[in-house]
Nanobody, 121 residues
Framework: QVQLREYGGDLVQPGGSLELSCAAA????????MGWYRQAPGKQRELVAT???????EYADSVRGRFTVSRDSAKRTVFLQMHALNSEDTAVYYC???????????????WGQGTQVTVSP
């Protein structure tokens, strides 16, 4: 069974910084894309940042220049460094992976349980 385990959610003041991490556990042949989505109360889940196996990175416009996504493929871990946080960044952050369980398997989306990030004075 594949699991994505997130770490790092917390309460932080406006202007502050926080780092999230997520490690994939279980039998996987290849992780094609890892990254982060978030969901604020009353809103749909949205892309934050992703990085693929060729190190191509995608950011949401709202976080570009403030957040940095990185990946340690050997450890099957993805990180999200967040700076200059504001109240609009308050959300549950979900780890995301697009992965194959075997060499012949199709790519499947996996989600973590989510970790709460709250930006408040």
């Amino acid at each position: 069974q594949v699991q994505l385990r997130e770490y790092g959610g917390d309460l932080v003041q406006p202007g502050g910084s926080l780092e999230l991490s997520c490690a994939a556990a279980g039998l996987l042949f290849k992780i094609n894309v890892m990254g982060w989505y978030r969901q604020a109360p009353g809103k749909q889940r949205e892309l934050v940042a992703t990085v693929d196996s060729d190190s191509r990175i995608e950011y949401a416009d709202s976080v570009r220049g403030r957040f940095t996504v990185s990946r340690d493929s050997a450890k099957r871990t993805v990180f999200l460094q967040m700076h200059a946080l504001n109240s609009e960044d308050t959300a549950v952050y979900y780890c995301y992976a697009l992965a194959q369980r075997t060499i012949v398997s199709p790519s499947v989306v996996y989600w973590g349980q989510g970790t709460q990030v709250t930006v408040s004075p």
